[in-house]
């Protein structure tokens, strides 16, 4: 679904991502952890499009075609969706009305016909509760005011009305009181299929036990390091980064 | 730019081919002092950033066709949206004439009258006042009884067609609202057509004692069409005053708003919002007079500006001796959509007063672009991501709009223009 082959990226002057591989099939849940400052939120929002980083060399294509030409908008209606790890605060923008558009966005694309503001807040209202988010959440500006919490499952109601394709989620477990953990893993688990892939950016085992990662990764200094399976997460949790470089440089 | 001037033979047979009315002697009087000012130039500081030379040239051009006034039959469908959008009861003027009905309409606790119906002429001191009172077929004075109880909301709908040739009309407006008495008022201006046309207002209100207004003032004429108003408030002690003005078309559109704070515990709230796009330049000038205390004024002016446009406010608050206890505060922010929008903000405050509080700030800022590219990722296109920040940045002004029966026409009225800006105009 998304190949990543030897890109190379850089913000300004400074190079962030060297030469960094990635193939994620359809079905999969991959992991990717690695230190602070090593890469993992370039790499998620150069996938989502963000202008400000300069890819110099390699591609990424995703569904077979290449990714890197298209606008963030067409990424979100062809199935990629970030869950950012700072989601933006819009202060006067509705929270409903973003998500009916983004929703509607993606069905138009689809040739559907859109869904009107009566059933949307009816599955609105079902996905929340799902997620023990309080309805009064949609009539807020997108995010104003949220709590570091309500952000993130702000970004899991947004994933879950949008049911993409390839849902990347920037740290989303981060900043979760228990319960809200459970609760983004089971809207992440009930989105596992077949037809969709899951990359989760995180520092934690914490998550990996509520959502079982087929692949993890580790990322350094902008490229993979090191790739396994579930027990890759658990031997960091005992190890550290370091040991991961030093088998690296051996 | 020099004092450009206007044929003082056209002009003079323009006034004289009027119809004849007692306000004949004002008229002349008025054009006397017109002919020796003038338009207003830059060379003045209050009009440093407004040329006039389109509206001058508009003059030129009607009066060389002879001062022509358009038949208003052509109108009848633009009226009529007006009439179907906003519940009011209307009173129209068709390119600067009173038409039928509007001073028979009976609207009880309401008074309608004609100008000309007044022992008194009407008043030409400030700039364009004179010229307006020369060139005034006539006006409307209306008064609002103490018992005046409104159904709806009354409605100055102004509205001008320059089909073929360049047109100019004067507006001429004073309302009078009485003790006690609650008023709500709503002015729009429009007007269709593709020759070049200007309208100048000069709208007088006074609000007696206790007495409040909800004013809702709606500038949605033709891209191609000009305008300068004057709008002169009165408020004695105790009246409230909830004032929002909106200045959403227009090629040259100049509104001098000046609010007189003459009773203590007045409160007066004026806000406002400019949309421009290519080819528009959109002056506000708000001036307050605090001329006793305690009294409260607040105004907060936005603008969103796109294409190659120039936008002006200047906020004057002048805290009079003797003024103790006042409250006077202004705000204005700018979003600037293009590279090409330009703003001249300036805040005036001069107080001779002592323990007032007063407070003024200015801001000028672009689209968020995380915010712009957080919406961008849940699939809106630029466009309409474009069209929701700035939705939500006027939405604090459409917010306080004092009369909630034309919520939902202005709200659609705003995002009609919004929606050409952020479709043809942020090149
Ligand atoms: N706009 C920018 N200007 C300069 N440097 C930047 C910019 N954005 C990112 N960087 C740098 O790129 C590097 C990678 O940042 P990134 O956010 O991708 O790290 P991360 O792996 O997500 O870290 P964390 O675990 O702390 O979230 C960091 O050193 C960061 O300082
Ligand atoms: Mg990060």
């Known amino acids: 679904m998304l190949e990543i082959d030897d890109l190379y990226a850089s913000i300004g002057d400074t190079p962030i ?4 591989s990635l193939s994620i099939n359809a079905g999969e849940v991959h992991a990717i952890m690695g230190p602070n400052g090593s890469g993992k939120s370039t790499l998620a929002q150069i996938i989502a499009g ?37 989601p933006v605060e819009i202060p006067g923008v509705n929270n409903a009305y973003l998500l009916k ?3 509607n966005a993606g069905r138009i694309h689809r040739g559907q016909d859109e869904v009107d503001a009566f059933e949307f807040l009816k599955i609105a209202r079902e996905k929340m509760a799902q997620l023990g988010m309080d309805p009064k959440f949609l009539n807020r500006g997108v995010n104003e005011g949220f709590s570091g919490g309500e952000k993130k499952r702000n970004e899991i109601l947004q994933m879950a009305l949008l049911e993409p394709e390839l849902a990347i989620l920037d740290e989303t477990d981060s900043g979760l009181d228990i319960d809200a953990l459970k609760a983004v893993a089971e809207g992440i688990n009930s989105l596992r299929s077949p037809e969709r892939a899951i990359v989760l950016v995180t520092h934690y085992q914490r998550l990996l036990d509520y959502v079982e990662p ?9 490229k993979i390091l090191r790739s396994g399976d579930k027990s890759l997460a658990m031997e960091l949790e005992d ?7 030093e088998a690296a440089s051996a | 730019m020099t ?4 044929s003082s033979e056209a002009l003079a047979d323009a006034v004289e081919n009027l119809p004849r009315s007692a306000l004949s002697a004002t008229r002349q009087a008025a054009l006397a002092q017109f002919l020796e000012r003038g338009f207003p130039t830059t060379r003045l500081e209050d009009w440093k950033y407004t040329d006039l030379g389109t509206i001058v040239d508009i003059s030129r051009r009607w009066l060389e066709n002879g001062a022509p006034v358009p038949a208003s039959a052509a109108m009848d469908d633009q009226i009529a949206e007006v009439r179907s959008s906003i519940d009011a009861d209307w009173l129209v003027l068709a390119n600067g004439r009173i038409m039928d009905g509007a001073l028979d309409a009976a609207i009880p606790g309401i008074t309608i009258k004609a100008l000309s119906e007044l022992p008194q002429g009407p008043n030409f001191e400030r700039p364009l006042a004179d010229l307006n009172a020369a060139l005034l077929s006539d006006g409307l004075h209306i008064s609002i009884g103490p018992g005046a109880e409104q159904e709806r909301p009354l409605g100055f709908l102004i509205i001008d067609s ?3 040739d360049p047109g100019v009309s004067q507006i001429r407006i004073e309302i009078d609202v009485a003790a006690d008495a609650q008023a709500q008022l709503i002015e729009y201006h429009t007007s269709t057509g593709n020759a070049g046309h200007y309208s100048n207002s000069v709208i007088a209100c006074t609000l007696a004692e206790g007495a409040s207004a909800e004013y809702v003032r709606v500038q949605n004429r033709d891209l191609k069409h000009s305008q300068t108003q004057r709008t002169s408030m009165r408020l004695a002690a105790r009246s409230v005053l909830r004032y929002c003005g909106f200045d959403l078309g227009g090629q040259l559109i100049r509104n001098d708003l000046d609010i007189d704070i003459a009773g203590s515990e007045a409160d007066a709230s004026i806000n406002g919002l400019y949309v421009a796009g290519d080819g528009q330049h959109i002056d506000n000038h708000v001036r307050v007079d605090h001329r006793t205390g305690p009294a409260r004024s607040a105004q907060e002016y936005r603008g969103i500006l796109g294409g190659r446009c120039r936008c002006v406010w200047n906020g004057k608050a002048i805290v009079h001796k003797g003024a103790d206890g006042t409250d006077a505060k202004q705000a204005n922010h700018n979003l600037l959509l293009t590279e090409g929008a330009e703003i001249d903000a300036k805040p005036e405050l001069e107080i001779y007063a002592d323990d007032v509080k007063c407070s003024h700030g200015t801001t000028v800022g672009q689209l968020d672009e995380a915010a712009l590219f957080y919406l961008r990722t849940r699939g809106l296109d630029r466009k309409e991501a474009t069209r929701a920040l700035t939705r939500a940045f006027g939405a604090s002004i459409v917010s306080r709009l004092p009369i909630a029966s034309m919520s939902e026409s202005l709200a659609a009225m ?7 800006l952020a479709n043809g105009e942020l090149s």
């Open chain 1, 17 to 20: 991502l060297n030469g960094l």
């Open chain 1, 50 to 86: 963000h202008e400000d980083y300069v890819v110099t060399s390699g591609t990424v294509t995703y569904k077979g075609n290449d990714l890197l030409g298209l606008e963030p908008e067409q990424r979100a209606r062809e199935g990629i969706f970030l869950g950012f790890q700072y």
């Open chain 1, 101 to 103: 558009a983004a929703v």
């Open chain 1, 214 to 222: 087929d692949f993890v990764h580790v990322l350094s200094e902008g």
């Open chain 1, 239 to 245: 190890k550290g980064y370091d040991w991961v470089r």
């Open chain 2, 3 to 6: 004092a450009p001037a206007l």
């Open chain 2, 162 to 164: 320059a089909e073929s």
């Open chain 2, 414 to 420: 705003v995002e009609s223009r919004l929606r050409g």
